[in-house]
């Protein structure tokens, strides 16, 4: 997941519709292997977040507006398993704990269509300061 946004991230940062990055350039930028990445944008593609053209000139771009791509999106296309509610119903407790987790859940989607790969590629340029 997190590869995945640190990769959209870099291509937002230099979205303009026409210009493609390289995998190398965006394995070097983010320091991740090329090879492991290259799994990752597969699926980011798959999931129509970026195009790709392969050859000398080839690269990955944003298929669209970094505003328009929300981080639920990024989370359904690497690893959809962490939106999904697998507690059972079984048993004497089983009923109340599901409903915990499905709210758990509920909240997780929200504040996940509340962020955009705009604003992640915005703060990610911005030195950090812990106090």
């Excluded at 983010?30 to 050859?55: C, H, M, P, T, Y």
């Excluded at 989370?75 to 999904?84: G, T």
């Excluded at 509920?106 to 106090?131: N, R, V």
Aim: net charge positive; charged share 25%.
């Amino acid at each position: 997941m997190e590869y995945a946004c640190r990769a959209l991230a870099q291509l937002a940062k230099h979205h303009d519709a026409r210009t493609l990055t390289r995998l190398e350039d965006l394995a070097q930028r983010e320091a991740v292997s090329g090879n492991f990445l290259v799994q990752i944008l597969n699926d980011l593609r798959r999931a129509g977040l970026i195009e790709s053209r392969r050859g000398q000139a080839g690269g990955y771009r944003l298929a669209r507006p970094p505003e328009s791509i929300r981080l639920r999106q990024i989370v359904e296309a690497v690893d959809p398993s962490l939106l999904q509610c697998s507690v059972a119903r079984r048993g004497e407790s089983g009923q109340s704990v599901r409903h915990a987790w499905e709210q758990i859940a509920s909240s997780l989607q929200k504040s996940l269509d509340s962020i955009t790969l705009k604003t992640l590629a915005h703060h990610s340029g911005e030195p950090m300061f812990h106090i």
